[in-house]
């Protein structure tokens, strides 16, 4: 099928005016190609998302859609040196292209995350998800396994989702009751893959949550440490400052006990 590619090389803020209405004018160069030897090269200038005026390729001219950019197309239009530029800048996306199509072409290996949601009780059974984030091309597989058999019921899943950045997301539930001791995974499927890859739900044991306590434990100390330092700092320093008022004799060491190397 045929694919018509569009990438902006330069986009550029010509003007912005800040007057009691805010005027926001930009100029964007951009490419179209479904080949190299279908390629469209705009330079258009827009005012408020309103484009006033392009550059088109194909015409081999300036365009204008108001009065003013009329003229101002007219003008440039007489210009050969502008006309030159443009041919040039043509040139340009055609050689880019190759470029741009590497990029296209290059699958990005998604970053896949299994947990659990809701754990299982006597009345449900768990909910587990299996993310992938990050990406590229679109089409993705997801297959729950229990065992790994294929588990289909209870499932739902999102769309690929865009992150806006060439690159998607997709999120995959499922309702499973399990008992101790079988294997729940999450097999995904991708371009950026040489085989399926398979993601085991590891259940975190007693001594998992041991090491997160100690490791959250740890990172309160850190959070705290500081604080008391602080602290410590203050109340030294206003020590400091009521000893300093009595005796009007030592002025000679006066300032130094506010220096932050107090603090340790
Ligand atoms: C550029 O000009 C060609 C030829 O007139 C036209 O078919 C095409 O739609 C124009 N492209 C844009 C984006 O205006
Ligand atoms: C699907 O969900 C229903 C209702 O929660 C449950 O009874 C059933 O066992 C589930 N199916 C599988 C294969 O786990």
Same mark, same amino acid.
């Given at each position: 099928?045929?694919?018509?590619?569009?990438?902006?090389?330069?986009?550029?803020? *010509?003007?912005?005016?800040?007057?009691?209405?805010?005027?926001? &004018?930009?100029?964007?160069? %951009?490419?179209?190609?479904?080949?190299?030897?279908?390629?469209?090269?705009?330079?258009?200038?827009?005012?408020?998302?309103?484009?006033?005026?392009?550059?088109?390729?194909?015409?081999?001219?300036?365009?204008?859609?108001?009065?003013k950019t009329?003229?101002?197309?007219?003008?440039?239009?007489?210009?050969?040196?502008?006309?030159?530029?443009?041919?040039?800048?043509?040139?340009?996306?055609?050689?880019?292209?190759? *470029?741009?199509?590497?990029?296209?072409?290059?699958?990005?290996?998604?970053?896949? %995350?299994? %947990?659990?949601?809701?754990?299982?009780?006597?009345?449900?059974?768990?909910?587990?998800?299996?993310? !992938?984030?990050?990406?590229?091309?679109?089409?993705?597989?997801?297959?729950?396994?229990?065992?790994?058999?294929?588990?289909?019921?209870?499932?739902?899943?999102?769309d690929e989702?865009?992150?806006?950045?060439? *690159?998607?997301?997709? /999120?995959?539930?499922?309702?499973?009751?399990s008992k101790?001791?079988?294997?729940?995974?999450?097999?995904?499927? /991708? !371009?950026?893959?040489?085989?399926?890859?398979?993601?085991?739900?590891?259940?975190?044991?007693?001594?998992?949550?041991?090491?997160?306590?100690? &490791? !959250?434990?740890?990172?309160?100390?850190?959070?705290?440490?500081?604080?008391?330092?602080?602290?410590?700092?203050?109340?030294?320093?206003?020590?400091?400052? /009521?000893?300093?008022?009595?005796?009007?004799?030592?002025?000679?060491?006066?300032?130094?006990?506010? /220096?932050?190397?107090?603090?340790?």
């Amino acid at each position: 099928t045929m694919h018509t590619h569009n990438f902006v090389i330069l986009p550029h803020v *010509l003007l912005i005016f800040s007057t009691a209405d805010a005027y926001f &004018g930009y100029g964007v160069i %951009r490419c179209l190609f479904t080949s190299k030897d279908d390629v469209v090269y705009l330079a258009q200038v827009y005012l408020n998302k309103m484009l006033l005026g392009q550059y088109n390729s194909t015409l081999g001219k300036y365009v204008g859609y108001t009065k003013k950019t009329k003229e101002i197309a007219d003008n440039l239009n007489k210009n050969k040196g502008f006309l030159e530029h443009e041919k040039k800048n043509k040139e340009k996306c055609r050689t880019n292209i190759p *470029l741009v199509l590497d990029i296209l072409s290059r699958p990005v290996k998604p970053i896949v %995350r299994l %947990r659990l949601v809701e754990s299982a009780d006597s009345k449900h059974p768990g909910l587990f998800m299996c993310s !992938a984030y990050n990406f590229y091309p679109k089409q993705i597989k997801l297959t729950w396994l229990k065992d790994g058999k294929e588990a289909t019921s209870n499932v739902t899943s999102t769309d690929e989702l865009p992150n806006g950045n060439w *690159l998607y997301q997709i /999120h995959s539930y499922i309702e499973i009751s399990s008992k101790p001791g079988e294997k729940i995974s999450c097999m995904v499927e /991708h !371009a950026s893959l040489t085989e399926p890859k398979v993601y085991d739900w590891v259940p975190i044991t007693e001594a998992g949550k041991n090491k997160i306590a100690v &490791g !959250a434990a740890g990172l309160l100390l850190a959070l705290v440490f500081p604080i008391i330092g602080v602290i410590f700092y203050k109340r030294k320093a206003t020590c400091e400052t /009521h000893k300093q008022k009595k005796p009007q004799t030592t002025k000679s060491e006066t300032p130094h006990h506010h /220096h932050p190397e107090v603090v340790k």
